[in-house]
């Protein structure tokens, strides 16, 4: 390409064709870690190569003419939607899980304190009423946590 395009300039007397025909730097050859990495942070930022932006008089790549960068463009906005929508859904599953450890650690204080009270014999009544003390703790602790960030209860 670069041979190419120092020959036409040569040709050029007008220097009309070095903006068509723009220098590619090694920045412009850098592969796209979208392909490689989908979910890496800040795909939104990304830009095109130049040649991707190159313009002919009939070119294949016009938006107007519904060539390959609508498709490029519509490609990408399915795969940015998506994701957006995995987010979405792990953060409602993230939220469910809150909840539901705090319903795990609530139903093991339960449990110990039933048989607590169902306890005939001074040392397993003290083990269970530790145990209830401890689920408790942990309930409490990811109440605490929790607040305000996960799904509120059924």
């Not at 979208?34 to 989908?38: C, D, G, K, P, R």
């Not at 530790?130 to 942990?138: E, H, S, V, Y």
């Given at each position: 390409y670069q041979?190419?395009?120092q020959a036409i300039l040569r040709l050029d007397p007008n220097g009309d064709m070095a903006e068509k025909y723009q220098e590619i730097l090694p920045n412009d050859l850098a592969v796209s870690k979208?392909?490689?990495?989908?979910n890496r942070f800040g795909q939104g930022t990304s830009k095109l190569a130049l040649f991707w932006m190159m313009e002919?008089?009939?070119?294949?790549?016009s938006l107007l003419g519904?060539?390959?960068m609508e498709e490029f463009y519509r490609i990408n906005w399915l795969k940015a939607r998506a994701r957006r929508d995995r987010w979405k859904?792990?953060?409602?599953?993230?939220?469910h899980e809150m909840l539901w450890t705090c319903l795990w650690f609530e139903y093991h204080k339960d449990m110990w304190e039933k048989r607590a009270l169902e306890s005939t014999e001074p040392g397993k009544e003290a083990y269970a009423k530790?145990?209830?003390?401890?689920?408790?703790?942990?309930a409490k602790k990811a109440r605490l946590m929790f607040q305000g960030k996960h799904v509120d209860c059924i």
């Open positions: 041979r190419a395009r979208e392909v490689t990495e989908e002919g008089e009939q070119s294949q790549l519904g060539g390959l859904e792990e953060v409602s599953l993230v939220r530790k145990q209830m003390g401890l689920w408790n703790d942990f």
